[in-house]
């Protein structure tokens, strides 16, 4: 694997210096390991070099007049990064960020959904699947298992248990001798843990079955995807939003609703319309669907993104049946980042 390593120092001198004072003690380190410089004219805004090495070693070295001075070293895996090291005892430990790691075979880098850049300790591709909606990667990581990555989106490792557990309830709910649908749930996590209470049926509806999940993600779904059918529920490999229609047409109701289609969106930009027009629509039927009694479940998105939950919130008022809407905050793992879990209830049964 020849990926490219990345590294950064960055630190601040005691007071804002003169860089001729401050650039010899530096340049002495890459002097030492034979690098050869280009110094670069900033207009009287500090100093700015870069340095050439062995093997295609790069340094990129900056002292601000302000007192910042900012380090990038490239090279690859192989080489020696002694003069970092060196820098790290001369200026007193400045904190040394872990090298990017670019190029790689494997991607270690995805983001959160409030924007932040995540690596995590991912080591291979365990499954990689185009289908006609999306993009479905299973990687593997070393701490959280396999990884569910739709269309480059962290969707659920086989360590996130907390998710499925948030999305049904959190363990206040009986599902025993009920009537469960759930919208998408791919990944089979959640049907998984409904079964196993005896409920009187469960409906999956998911419009396109993974087969990656079913024999990859185990530890999540175990066996439960190996068939369409089973005792106590059935996987629809359909278009959930006919599906939801129909039921409505025919009077059809459950005692759960649990959508776990998409997150809810970040974006309030206008071309992001669809996105809540389609969201709105899927809140709107299933509340139709749902006995007077009935709860609706749904993942909303990261807590940092307060405009987008308000957003939702919005959305739950334009609903034709008035609901109490209320939230529960969870740590799911595998995203590093606390995520509200949302249930609706019908509060007015004319609708």
């Known amino acids: 694997d020849m990926a490219l390593r990345h590294y950064t120092l960055d630190f601040n001198l005691s007071t804002a210096v003169d860089s001729a004072s401050t650039v010899p003690g530096l340049l002495s380190i890459f002097h030492e390991q034979e690098m050869t410089e280009t110094v670069h004219d900033t207009n009287g805004h500090g100093y700015l070099a870069t340095f050439v090495g062995k093997n295609g070693r790069l340094v990129v070295l900056r002292v601000h007049s302000h007192g910042l001075v900012t380090i990038d070293l490239q090279c690859y895996e192989e080489d020696n990064i ?3 090291d060196n820098i790290h005892c001369l200026y007193h430990h400045p ?4 090298a990017l790691v670019r190029g790689a075979k494997v991607d270690r880098y995805w983001p959160t959904a409030d924007g932040r850049l995540i690596e995590y300790d991912i080591d291979r591709v365990v499954y990689e699947e185009e289908s006609a909606y999306q993009n479905i990667k299973i990687l593997h990581s070393q701490q959280f298992g396999n990884i569910l990555v739709l269309n480059g989106d962290i969707n659920l490792a086989e360590s996130d248990l907390a998710y499925t557990q948030a999305i049904m309830g959190s363990g206040k709910e009986n599902y025993a001798g009920k009537e469960v649908l759930i919208l998408g749930g791919g990944d089979g996590g959640i049907l998984a843990e409904v079964v196993k209470q005896k ?10 079955f993974m087969d990656g999940c079913k024999m990859h993600m185990r530890k999540t779904c175990g066996n439960i995807l190996d068939s369409l059918t089973g005792d106590h529920y059935q996987i629809l490999v359909e278009d959930c939003v006919p599906v939801l229609k129909k039921y409505v047409q025919e009077g059809r109701l459950f005692d759960y609703v649990i959508n776990d289609l998409t997150a809810v969106p970040i974006s309030t930009e206008p071309e992001e319309d669809s996105t809540w027009e389609f969201l709105g629509l899927i809140l709107d039927l299933s509340i139709k669907v749902l006995h007077p009694n009935g709860k609706y479940f749904t993942q909303g998105n990261s807590v940092n993104l307060t405009e987008a939950l308000n957003l939702y919130e919005e959305q739950l008022g334009k609903l034709s049946c008035a609901v109490d809407f209320s939230k529960e905050v969870v740590c799911v793992p595998s995203y590093s980042e606390l995520y509200p879990f949302l249930s609706s209830k019908v509060v007015d049964t004319i609708c």
């Open 82 to 84: 002694a003069e970092l």
């Open 199 to 208: 409920p009187k049926m469960i409906t999956m509806v998911e419009i396109s």
């Open 95 to 98: 904190p040394r960020l872990p």
